[in-house]
């Protein structure tokens, strides 16, 4: 059974930063893509950032871009999402999420061979 655990939320000012972690197990990653979503009270869930298995393909959410920065340890199974400048914006749960299809985990999903997280929260004050 897949299982991903978030950490490194938390409550911090604006301008501050925070490091998102997840650790993956249950199954052999090889060639999975990662990436973390998040949502708002009241606002749909979004795709924040994604990164392929080797890191050649990247994705963040335009309101994130040169602010956040995902990487991964493949031998870990573990991703991370730095976040710099956060705003109070970003506020939200943030899930981590893995699949097999780049643009699955853009488009915010998760399809047959993917899973998501329980979520972490982010919450950034004024």
């Known amino acids: 059974q897949v299982k991903l655990v978030e950490s490194g939320g938390g409550l911090v000012q604006a301008g501050g930063s925070l490091r998102l972690s997840c650790v993956a197990s249950g199954r052999t990653f090889n060639g999975y893509t990662m990436g973390w979503f998040r949502q708002a009270p009241g606002k749909d869930r979004e795709s924040v950032a994604a990164?392929?298995?080797?890191?050649?393909?990247?994705y963040y959410k335009d309101s994130v871009k040169g602010r956040f920065t995902i990487s991964r340890d493949n031998a870990k199974n573990t991703v991370y999402l730095q976040m710099n400048n956060l705003k109070p914006e970003d506020t939200a749960e943030y899930y981590c999420?893995?699949?097999?299809?780049?643009?699955?985990?853009?488009?915010?999903?998760?399809?047959?061979?993917?899973?998501w997280g329980r979520g972490i929260q982010v919450t950034v004050s004024s």
């Open positions: 990164i392929s298995w080797n890191s050649d393909r990247l």
């Open positions: 999420a893995v699949d097999d299809e780049f643009d699955t985990i853009v488009a915010v999903l998760v399809g047959p061979k993917g899973s």
